[in-house]
C-alpha cells in the first residue's frame, strides 16, 4: 500500500495503525455519525422527524423500529397488510429466516 505524501513529499503518519479497531464496526459507524453535522447527512436524523410523528401518530397504520426486534416488526407489518408485501420484505430483508 502506498503511503500518502504531503506537498513536501513527506509522509503522512497513518493514525489509525496504532488503533485497535478489529470488530469494533458499530462503533466505529457510531463515531462516524456523531461527528457528522446534520446539515451535512440528514439520512442519519431519525424519519420520525421528518414526518412529525410525536403530532401525527394517530394518522399511521404502522409504526415500526429499527432495533433488535426489526425483523419481528416486518413480520407484523407483512401480516397487517398482506398481499405482495411479505415476499417483498422478505425478498429485501430475509426476515423470515428471523422470525
Known amino acids: 500500500k502506498k503511503p500518502l505524501m504531503n506537498a ?3 509522509t503522512y503518519a497513518n493514525l489509525l495503525d496504532s488503533l485497535d479497531i478489529e470488530g469494533q464496526e458499530k462503533a466505529m459507524f457510531g463515531a462516524y455519525v456523531d461527528v457528522l453535522p446534520l446539515k451535512w447527512n440528514v439520512h442519519f436524523v ?3 422527524m421528518f414526518c412529525d410523528l410525536h403530532r401525527n401518530i394517530d394518522k399511521y ?5 429499527m432495533g ?15 398481499g405482495q408485501l411479505p415476499e417483498i420484505l422478505n425478498s429485501t430483508f430475509g426476515y423470515k429466516d428471523h422470525v
Open 8 to 10: 513536501k513529499n513527506k
Open 46 to 48: 431519525p424519519q420520525a
Open 61 to 65: 397504520d404502522f409504526v415500526g423500529n
Open 68 to 82: 433488535k426486534d426489526f425483523h419481528f416488526d416486518l413480520d407484523r407489518m407483512a401480516n397487517q397488510f398482506g
